[in-house]
């Protein structure tokens, strides 16, 4: 899971154009938006568009958990994994 989180991580500076941020400075647990890493809506949706293309995985944009999902880089791992596991059922 770790390696999920470094790539997750990557792909959050890469796709959001975050400069002077490196994948260590990212705190897998801190959250994404408001006082974490301070994401708004905008970036959400950016990164979900990434998420699609990189892991060919579902988002359900009406899911009551969504926000959840993008709470923070563990639970985005998470999530990324259940999409992946359920493709591959």
């Known amino acids: 899971m770790e390696n999920l989180e470094a790539e997750l991580k990557q792909l959050i500076i890469d796709t959001l154009e975050l ?24 970036d959400a949706l950016e990164l979900g568009l990434a998420l699609k293309k990189k892991y060919h995985i579902h988002i359900d944009t009406n899911s009551a958990e969504l926000a959840n999902y993008f709470a923070s ?10 999409q992946l596991n359920k493709n591959t059922l």
Not at 73 to 82: D, E, G, H, K, T
């Open 19 to 42: 400069e002077g941020i490196s994948p260590m400075d990212i705190v897998s647990y801190a959250p994404l938006f408001g006082e974490g890493l301070g994401l708004d809506s905008i």
């Open 73 to 82: 880089v563990q639970n985005l791992a998470v999530f990324v994994v259940s």
